[in-house]
Nanobody, 119 residues
Framework: VQLVESGGGLVQPGGSLRLSCAAS????????MTWVRRAPGKGLEWIGD????????NYADSKKGRFAISRDNAKNTLYLQMNSLKSEDTALYYC?????????????WGQGTQVTVSS
């Protein structure tokens, strides 16, 4: 299983960014996926999930309206679109796989991509 995030970087407040997560080594289209983040000095924060087909998403209340998760199963890629970014969105962003065999617990992680929101 390999998950490789990309697309992070420095963005100004109010800007947008789209993160990608390239999946390999497993049948991507059959797994729920999730995005989480870790801000400096803080614990992991769940952003949201997407089902295996991409037809259903679920977000943390604080992320609804600004963040959108999508996937392209033909490309084995997960996305996180982030809009109206704020300084408090500065964090290391991870994609992860949820395993239905383990009650949808996360069983694989990417290495993360850094997002810095600053003027």
């Amino acid at each position: 299983v390999q998950l490789v995030e990309s697309g992070g970087g420095l963005v100004q407040p109010g800007g947008s960014l789209r993160l990608s997560c390239a999946a390999s080594g497993f049948s991507f289209s059959t797994y729920y996926m999730t995005w989480v983040r870790r801000a400096p000095g803080k614990g992991l924060e769940w952003i949201g999930d997407i089902d295996s087909g991409g037809g259903s998403t679920n977000y943390a209340d604080s992320k609804k309206g600004r963040f959108a998760i999508s996937r392209d199963n033909a490309k084995n890629t997960l996305y996180l679109q982030m809009n109206s970014l704020k300084s408090e969105d500065t964090a290391l962003y991870y994609c992860a796989r949820r395993n239905a065999n383990y009650d949808y617990a996360v069983d694989s992680w990417g290495q993360g991509t850094q997002v810095t929101v600053s003027s």
